[in-house]
């Protein structure tokens, strides 16, 4: 691909992109043309596949192993950004982890590991995108939440927290940027079919679905939908926490 080529296509970011909701959003983006950075945390093969079936699409890719969590990390991915695609127009903060168990349980190793993987990786990539953002005055963030962030698990009291923190900083934040032109918008899924489910037995995804007034579970596929919405949409939509979650909660 040239370097006009490039040059003249939207550049977007998605953390955690190597699997399940994120690498169906870094599909979906793809499909609409743009430069795509994926980023995976530890399985390099897992990342690299999914960047192949991203180049099919005639679209340049970068991909980058690494854990959000860590500033310097982050640092050296945006680094390579604005090296290989010079901006970035679009952020999905996806990265993210869950820890199911009594919270009396939970070493605080396990705490920091959920709150650094979830939550201090938002910090860490906004705090790097947005002054690229600010002097073009444009760009869209949007965090990928839980409806757990709204209402709280039972047994998944950091999970929980993390999606909380991210709801208000997704507000916050959007009070912040919106003079620049920025938005910033989160999407608060429920119970979508990925291999974050995958530990429910038979019986218990039943019910689940029981619970959920569309009788199903959403699918990746959605989420990536709602989310290219609201990368390309609406330009008044900011500070918003959009629930994705078959009438469940």
């Not at 709150?115 to 906004?126: A, E, G, P, V």
């Not at 995108?129 to 962030?149: E, F, T, Y």
């Not at 997704?170 to 919106?178: F, I, V």
Request: net charge negative; glycine share 8%; charged share 25%.
């Amino acid at each position: 691909m040239s370097a006009i080529n490039i040059a003249n296509r939207k550049t977007v970011l998605i953390t955690g992109s190597s699997k399940g909701i994120g690498k169906a959003i870094a599909l979906r983006f793809a499909k609409e043309g743009y430069n795509l950075v994926i980023n995976g945390s530890k399985d390099k093969e897992k990342l690299e596949e999914t960047k192949a079936e991203i180049e099919k699409f005639n679209v340049a890719c970068l991909a980058f192993l690494g854990d959000m969590g860590d500033y310097h990390k982050v640092k050296e991915l945006f680094k390579l950004i604005k090296e290989e695609f010079g901006h970035l127009d679009v952020l999905v903060n996806n990265a993210g982890i869950s820890y199911i168990g009594l919270l009396s349980d939970m070493t605080w190793q396990d705490w920091d590991k959920v709150i650094r993987t979830n939550l201090t990786s938002i910090y860490n990539c906004c705090s790097l995108a947005i002054p690229n953002m600010v002097q073009k005055k444009a760009g869209k963030i949007i965090n990928i939440s839980s409806v757990w962030g709204n209402v709280g698990a039972s047994c998944e009291v950091a999970y929980s927290a993390s999606k909380g923190g991210m709801n208000a900083f997704t507000k916050a934040l959007a009070k912040e940027l919106a003079p620049s032109n920025i938005k910033v918008n989160a999407v608060a899924c429920g119970a979508i079919d990925t291999e974050m489910n995958s530990f429910l037995s038979e019986e218990e995804l039943y019910q689940l679905k029981e619970e959920i007034p569309m009788g199903r579970l959403g699918r990746s596929d959605e989420v990536a939908d709602l989310v290219y919405y609201l990368a390309e949409k609406n330009e008044y939509l900011t500070g918003q926490v959009i629930g994705l979650d078959g009438g469940w909660i």
